[in-house]
C-alpha cells in the first residue's frame, strides 16, 4: 500500500470512527468517566472492550487469524485517538494488549489463534509478568523457573510490578528454563492462565490510592507446552521485539489520553490570565512532542520495521509530556488539587501521583537518555 493509499484508508477510517460515536453518545455516556479505582477501570474496560469488538472497531487493524478483521495496524491508533478525543478514556486492556500481541502474533502464531480473540473481546484480559523483586531492569537476571514435565512446563517464583494483574486472566511470563549463568540465552516466554492452580495475585497499591500493579506468584504452575512463544530459550528475543511496542503503541495510546488531559486542562482555565494560558502552552507542546514523534514510530511499526535504540526517544518525551501536564494542573487549579473531592480533581491527582513513576517504569529517563547519547548520537564517552 502506498503512502497515499494508506493516507485515504486512514481518513476514511477516522470518519467513520467518528460518525459512530456521534450517533451513539447517549450509549456510550457511562463510559465517559475517569475512575476512582484500578478495579472499577478494569470493570468498565471489559465492557468498553466488548461493545467496541462486537461493532467491528475493536478488531480493525488485527489479523483475521487471530479474531481481527484485517486491515492496517494503524486503524488501531486511529480508534485510541478518537476515543480519547471524543472524552472517552481508552479501556486499559488495549495497553497490555498493544505491547504484547504483535510479539505473540510474531513468534506464536497457533497461540495468538487461540488466545487473542478473548483478549480483543474483553472476556479474557492479557497481564505482563516480566519484573522480579531482584530483576527489574536487569531481567537477564530473573529467577522465576519453568521446568518440562512432558507435555506441561511446571513453573516455581514469583512476579511484581506487574501491570494489570489485577483483573487479568491470562499473563505473558518471562521464565527462566535454562541455567542461571545463561542469563538471557536461559529465558522464554509462556502465556499462563491466572484462575490455575497455584497461581496467586496479590494487588500494589499505588501512591495514588489505586491498585495498578500486583505480585504475582507461581507455586508448581502446570503450563501447556503449547503456551510456549517463541522456542524455549527464545524469551530474551521476544522481550526485545516486545520492546519496541512498549515504546511506540503504549506511547502513543498515552499521548492521545493526555491530549484529553490538555483540552480538558484548557476549558478550565482563565483565557485572561497569562500565567495559565503560559502552563496550558507548555503542556500542549509536550503533547504535541510526544504524538508527532509516536507518529510515525506507529506507522514504522506497523510496516513491519525492526526499530532500534532511537525509540527511546518515545520514552523520553512521554515520560517529560505526562508529568508536564499534570504539573501544569497542579499549578492552575492548585486549591481544587489539593482540597476537592470532587472526581475530577480526584483524577487529576490520582494522573499526578502516577506519572511521578512515568520516568522510572519500562526503562528510567536516565538510562533512556544513555542510549540516545551512545547509540544515536554517538556521543564520546564521559571524560575522553
Known amino acids: 500500500m502506498t503512502d497515499t493509499d494508506l493516507a485515504a484508508v486512514v481518513a476514511d477510517h477516522r470518519g467513520a470512527v467518528r460518525e459512530w460515536l456521534a450517533s451513539t453518545a447517549d450509549v456510550l455516556a457511562e463510559f465517559r468517566v475517569d475512575h476512582r479505582s484500578a478495579e472499577a477501570a478494569l470493570q468498565s474496560g471489559r465492557r468498553f472492550t466488548r461493545l467496541l469488538f462486537d461493532q467491528g472497531w475493536g478488531r480493525c487493524g488485527w489479523p483475521q487469524t487471530a479474531g481481527g478483521l484485517g486491515?492496517?495496524?494503524?486503524?488501531r491508533h486511529v480508534l485510541y485517538d478518537e476515543l480519547e478525543g471524543a472524552g472517552y478514556p481508552v479501556p486499559v486492556q488495549y495497553e497490555i494488549l498493544e505491547t504484547m500481541a504483535p510479539s505473540v502474533l510474531a513468534f506464536a502464531p497457533a497461540v495468538a489463534k487461540r488466545l487473542l480473540p478473548a483478549a480483543l473481546s474483553g472476556e479474557r484480559p492479557w497481564a505482563q509478568g516480566f519484573s522480579e523483586p531482584e530483576a527489574g531492569s536487569d531481567l537477564a537476571?530473573?529467577?522465576?523457573r519453568a521446568r518440562r514435565d512432558g507435555d506441561d512446563y511446571v513453573v516455581c517464583g514469583q512476579k511484581i510490578w506487574t501491570s494489570h494483574g489485577v483483573g487479568a486472566a491470562c499473563i505473558g511470563t518471562l521464565v527462566r528454563t535454562g541455567t542461571s549463568e545463561s542469563r538471557h540465552r536461559g529465558l522464554s516466554m509462556l502465556m499462563i492462565d491466572l484462575d490455575v492452580p497455584g497461581v496467586g495475585v496479590r494487588p500494589i497499591r499505588f501512591?495514588?490510592?489505586?491498585?495498578?500493579?500486583?505480585?504475582?506468584?507461581?507455586?508448581d504452575v502446570r503450563v501447556p507446552a503449547d503456551r510456549l512463544v517463541g522456542a524455549e530459550g527464545q524469551g530474551w528475543d521476544v522481550a526485545m521485539f516486545l520492546l519496541q511496542y512498549e515504546r511506540g503503541?503504549?506511547?502513543?495510546?498515552?499521548?492521545?489520553?493526555?491530549?484529553r488531559l490538555v483540552a480538558t486542562l484548557a476549558a478550565s482555565a482563565d483565557?485572561?490570565?497569562?500565567?495559565?494560558?503560559?502552563?496550558?502552552?507548555?503542556?500542549?507542546?509536550?503533547?504535541?512532542?510526544?504524538?508527532?514523534?509516536?507518529?510515525?514510530?506507529?506507522?514504522?511499526?506497523?510496516?513491519?520495521?525492526?526499530?532500534?535504540?532511537?525509540?527511546?526517544?518515545?520514552?523520553?518525551?512521554?515520560?517529560?509530556?505526562?508529568?508536564?501536564?499534570?504539573?501544569?494542573?497542579?499549578?492552575?487549579?492548585?486549591?481544587?488539587?489539593?482540597?476537592?473531592?470532587?472526581?475530577v480533581?480526584?483524577?487529576?491527582?490520582?494522573?499526578w501521583f502516577y506519572t511521578r513513576a512515568s520516568t522510572i517504569y519500562g526503562g528510567a529517563a536516565e538510562i533512556q537518555r544513555s542510549i540516545i547519547a551512545d547509540r544515536v548520537l554517538k556521543l564520546p564517552k564521559e571524560g575522553r
Open 71 to 75: 486491515g492496517p495496524a494503524v486503524l
Open 141 to 144: 537476571s530473573l529467577r522465576c
Open 207 to 219: 501512591a495514588n490510592g489505586h491498585n495498578e500493579l500486583a505480585e504475582v506468584f507461581f507455586d
Open 249 to 259: 503503541n503504549y506511547a502513543w495510546m498515552r499521548q492521545a489520553h493526555i491530549g
Open 271 to 343: 483565557a485572561s490570565d497569562q500565567a495559565m494560558m503560559s502552563e496550558v502552552g507548555a503542556a500542549w507542546l509536550a503533547q504535541q512532542a510526544v504524538r508527532i514523534r509516536c507518529g510515525r514510530t506507529v506507522l514504522r511499526l506497523g510496516a513491519g520495521e525492526a526499530l532500534g535504540p532511537d525509540i527511546s526517544i518515545d520514552k523520553v518525551l512521554l515520560g517529560a509530556a505526562e508529568q508536564r501536564v499534570c504539573d501544569a494542573a497542579q499549578s492552575i487549579r492548585r486549591p481544587e488539587f489539593v482540597f476537592s473531592d470532587a472526581d
Open 345 to 351: 480533581d480526584e483524577a487529576w491527582r490520582a494522573n
